[in-house]
């Protein structure tokens, strides 16, 4: 007799129990369904769209990267004097001027690898100006181009490049134009020099 009862007052408080859930359940709807209810889930989401913002000013103003958003990080990488600067300019303009942007940025990676290797000076100036035996290292530094060379926006925008640190060139030493450098000059090239690759007009050498 007992087990009867024990089982209908179970019975029953699982239906008190289940009713208290819907009901609830209920109240929930018919409070998202008001209007009251959206405009406070939207100003909600949106001071949270407008918290995440703010932290991705605040990270980006600190100097963070932040890899989701592409926000990349440049550091120039040369710090040139004006002397330079200026000779590494009109020695671009003047061995490259008829190259595209790349074809630019090559010889300003060569013309900075010189700078950074042992084997040449220190200074671009001293590299664009260097004479080994009487003959010089860059032909427009005795020909009149370099001289008399007008710098393109272009050429600028490939020193920059290269300023910054972009170096396509394999680490590249020397470069040559073959089908205007005479036979003797290419014979050592050949002989000597290990060939990477040809870009335009010009061949790549370490």
Same mark, same amino acid.
């Given at each position: ?7 209908? *007052? ?11 859930? =819907? ?8 409070? /998202? ?13 949106? @001071? ?8 991705? #000013?605040? =990270?980006?103003?600190? @100097? ?9 990080? +440049? ?18 303009? /003047? ?6 942007? &790349? @074809? ?10 010189? #700078? ?10 001293? #590299? ?21 060379? %007008?710098? %393109? ?8 490049? /290269? ?11 020397? *470069? =040559?134009? +073959? ?11 050949? +002989? ?8 335009? &007009?010009?061949? *790549?050498?370490?």
């Amino acid at each position: 007799m007992y087990r009867k009862y024990i089982t209908g *007052f179970l019975l029953a408080s699982m239906t008190v129990v289940s009713s208290w859930v =819907c009901a609830r359940e209920l109240k929930i709807n018919r409070i /998202a369904a008001k209007p009251a209810f959206q405009m406070e889930y939207l100003s909600e989401t949106m @001071g949270e769209d407008r918290q995440s913002f703010v932290e991705m #000013v605040a =990270c980006v103003s600190s @100097g963070q990267r932040i890899v989701d958003y592409e926000v990349l990080e +440049r550091t120039i990488q040369y710090q040139l004097s004006d002397k330079d600067y200026e000779a590494l300019l009109r020695i671009v303009e /003047a061995e490259a001027g008829g190259e595209d942007q &790349n @074809g630019k940025l090559l010889v300003a990676n060569v013309v900075l690898n010189r #700078v950074n290797s042992s084997q040449f000076p220190d200074t671009v100036w001293d #590299v664009v100006m260097q004479k080994e035996q009487g003959i010089a290292q860059f032909s427009p530094t005795v020909d009149g181009r370099y001289q008399s060379v %007008s710098v %393109s926006d272009d050429t600028i925008e490939a020193v920059e490049r /290269a300023l910054y640190g972009e170096d396509i060139s394999q680490g590249a030493l020397y *470069f =040559c134009a +073959r089908e205007k450098a005479d036979s003797e000059n290419l014979q050592w090239f050949d +002989r000597k020099l290990t060939k990477l690759f040809a870009y335009g &007009n010009h061949e *790549f050498y370490l």
